[in-house]
């Protein structure tokens, strides 16, 4: 038997970011492959969703 | 006066306000304590009455008495990326950086004390009641006989984490649920266990707190949505920008005032009748993508209140200022 809240855990979602942006430490922000800022690509965030409320990150408990 | 932004290197939503800060020219220093001892490094002096102190990143060196304020988003843990990492090189090196900072004169977003009770759910719940906003019945017990009786006076439940956090080992999930009508609730023996009285939602609403400002947003329950958590819905319906009544407006505010935060992202469910029931409040809850959604200018709200000039005044944990006597 496991705590009751358990009982309605499910496999984390892990999001697969790496190849689409790199950070630039020069920057201080992330690029795109062809240079671009990522976070000026909204489209390309919504798609990735990580600027999304998550839930099950390791780190990002704060959704 | 440079703006120090406290995260890791894939916090792309972080960008977002950098963008901003470097368009109006605001220095920036961006760093991981992850990186301590490689490629960030810290210095302080206390000396004759004094404290001296910097900090360099990736190249860059800012004198700690130099910050206008301080952005805390998502950092990892100090020295987390040491060639010889342990919890012990761990606490130094927190011990070390979050200690000096504590030390200076700005303004924070959130400041590290505020941040850590902010996080304590109970702790929210009471405090958005006694800041006059509707909360959901509530139990958290680890009575499995008193999970049975609160059943039975609210028999549509939800149940969360108490927490937030989501176990490890292995990863997994653990969202806002709803309890099965015959739930067997012996197993709350074992971990306290949050239980909600379910609000039979028509939106999910996100008011999100920068300073004095609200940007709130909400998001339509489709009659198909399954799931109670939407970060979990499976609908594709957008945020879009909705007005925050008087009344709750003023709750927030004072909800903020009372946990000294600068930055607040509040979650409510609105019922048929228009309430909007008090969820939780995450102090560093995202934001990308209500602003990729709506349009709304959060990022840039965040930006300009890290940019506001120093004042000389001393600053509270929320960056409220009062006079220096």
């Known amino acids: 038997m496991q705590p009751f809240a358990l009982n309605y855990a499910r496999p984390a979602a892990e999001l697969e970011v790496t190849a689409a942006y790199v950070y630039d430490s020069g920057l201080q922000l992330n690029v795109l492959r062809d240079g671009r800022i990522a976070a000026g690509d909204h489209a390309l965030l919504r798609e990735l969703g990580t600027t999304t409320s998550t839930a099950g990150s390791k780190t990002h408990f704060d959704d | ?325």
């Not at chain 2, 609730?185 to 909600?196: H, K, R």
Request: proline letters at 7%; a negative charge; hydrophobic letters at 45%.
């Open chain 2, 1 to 325: 006066m440079t703006v120090l932004i406290v995260t890791n290197e894939e916090d792309v939503t972080a960008d977002m306000v950098v963008v901003h800060l470097n368009a109006s020219g605001v220095p920036v220093v961006r760093l991981d304590p992850a990186d301590l001892t490689g490629g960030v490094a810290l210095s302080g002096e206390y000396v004759h009455g004094a404290f001296r102190g910097h900090l360099s990143s990736a190249g860059r060196l800012v004198s700690i008495n130099g910050l206008r304020s301080i952005w805390m988003r998502r950092p990892g843990a100090a020295a987390a990326r040491a060639a010889t990492p342990s919890a012990w090189l761990t606490e130094e090196a927190g011990q070390a950086l979050y200690g000096m900072l504590r030390g200076c004169d700005v303004r924070w977003m959130n400041h590290p004390d505020a941040a850590r009770r902010a996080r304590y759910k109970p702790w929210q719940l009471r405090l958005a009641q006694r800041c006059g906003l509707p909360v959901p019945a509530t139990l958290i017990t680890s009575f499995p006989q008193a999970a049975r009786e609160f059943a039975e006076r609210y028999p549509d439940l939800v149940v969360k984490p108490v927490s937030g956090t989501h176990p490890q080992d292995p990863p997994r999930a653990v969202p806002t649920s709803r309890v099965a009508p015959d739930a067997d609730f012996s197993a709350v023996a074992l971990g306290p266990t949050l239980l909600q009285r379910r609000v039979d939602k028509r939106a999910d609403i996100r008011v999100t707190v920068v300073g004095d400002q609200l940007l709130a947003a909400a998001k339509v329950t489709t009659a198909a949505e399954a799931e109670v958590d939407v970060r979990f819905a499976t609908s594709d319906a957008p945020w879009y920008p909705v007005e925050v009544a008087p009344r709750v407006a003023e709750a927030v505010r004072g909800y903020m005032r009372e946990a000294e935060l600068a930055y607040g992202a509040f979650d409510f469910v609105e019922d048929a009748d228009g309430t909007w029931w008090f969820l939780e409040c995450n102090q560093s809850g995202q934001f990308g993508f209500i602003e990729v959604d709506t349009g709304q200018p959060i990022s840039l709200s965040i930006a300009e209140w890290l940019a506001r000039p120093a004042t000389g005044e001393q600053p509270h944990a929320n960056g409220a200022s009062a006079k220096v006597p």
